[in-house]
């Protein structure tokens, strides 16, 4: 097992992977301060892990909620059956609250933790990829609104990250494609090493070879860890980690919650990303064909929705939390490896990107 620090002073917490995690009681049961658990997870994973993630708070008042399953419930609604249960259940302010799923689930049960009784701890216990090497770590946590992805939320860092990676022998192949899209975005913004590593062994990745998938999961939480670190609130550099995500929400608002996958809508926004990129001379027209080959050898889309216009994009890109003072700013590539937030490019560039990738 490898255990990785997340740096943020007395909020700081550890990470930690391996295999045959869930059966650990000694891991997570010392982040547990009081005498009560509530684990929130879903009608997918309840069957799956739910028993093996009981057994690890066997000491404490275990309760449990299983949300349905899907995108389109991370919403004020279903937050509302969290509140419920810990109401009904009687938790007070020393509970803890286990998220056990994918990032829906994380970020539901992170902001039902940052908002019960003006905010009580959580643990994350992550089962898909994508949810392993990004949403479960930083502390970003909420849910959508009709008219925007996300929009509703708070910074609430969980007490310790637990990254089983046996769970991911039940992830459907579409869901692991979406996970490695966040592993190959770690290589594109901040670690051009990681990217060479995973243009050659993108085949065991998709494979769920266990070693190669640790790997990608240590390497992408430790980059992810270093950058919010040093950034915890986004207010400058933690942005970086967004990128393709502009277009990417301007996608999945699009389509409807859970038509794509977000990491599939990611992966077509940094092709976008990368694209632009070139458009303004940073990065060579090669470097956007790697981008390109990587995420097709991922089996992840390169092309966004049929019937997707570019003003269509640009009317959804408009709400993102991202716009600044009216001006849209975006995650681009200075060079390979090095990403920066930027809103210095024309608007014949970005129409001009758009047009290219869309149908
Ligand atoms: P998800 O939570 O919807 O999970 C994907 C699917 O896999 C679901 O059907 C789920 O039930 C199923 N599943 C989960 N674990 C499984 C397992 N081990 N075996 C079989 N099936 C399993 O999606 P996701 O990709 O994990 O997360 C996407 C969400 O994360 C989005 O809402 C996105 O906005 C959010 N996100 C948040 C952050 C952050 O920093 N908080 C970062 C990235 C993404
Ligand atoms: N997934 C973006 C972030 O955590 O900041």
Known sequence: MKTLNVDL????????????????????A??????????????????????????LFEDFQVDTVVLPDGEQFKNLDNLN???????????????????????????????????YQRGVDFIQIPTTLLSQVDSSVGGKTGVNHDLGKNMIGAFHQPNCVLIDVDSLNTLPANELAAGIAEVIKYGLICDLPFFDWLESNMEKLNAKNTQ???????????????????????????????????????????????????????????LMAADLSARL??????????????????????????GMSPERFKELMAVDKKVLDGKLRLVLLQSMGHAVTTSDFALEQFDATLHHLTN
């Open 9 to 28: 002073g007395d909020r700081s917490y550890p990470i930690f992977i391996g295999q045959n995690l869930l059966s650990s009681k000694k891991l997570v």
């Open 30 to 55: 010392p982040f547990v301060k009081g005498k009560q658990v509530m684990i929130v997870t879903n009608e997918t994973i309840a069957p799956l892990y739910l028993a093996q993630a009981k057994a």
């Open 81 to 115: 059956l969290i509140f419920t249960a810990l109401l009904e259940k009687r938790h007070n302010r020393t509970t803890t609250l286990v998220a056990l799923g994918g990032g829906v689930v994380g970020d539901m049960t992170g902001f039902a933790a940052a908002s």
């Open 212 to 270: 190669s998938l640790i790997y990608a999961i240590e390497t992408s939480c430790e980059n992810k860890a270093k950058v919010v670190a040093q950034d915890e609130r986004e207010g400058g550099i933690r942005a970086i980690l967004n990128l393709g995500h502009t277009f990417g929400h301007a996608i999945e608002t699009h389509q409807g919650y859970g038509n794509w996958l977000h990491g599939e809508a990611v992966a077509t926004g940094m």
């Open 281 to 306: 001379g940073w990065i060579e027209q090669e470097s956007v064909t790697r981008v390109k080959d990587i995420l097709q050898s991922a089996h992840l889309p390169v092309q966004s929705p049929q």
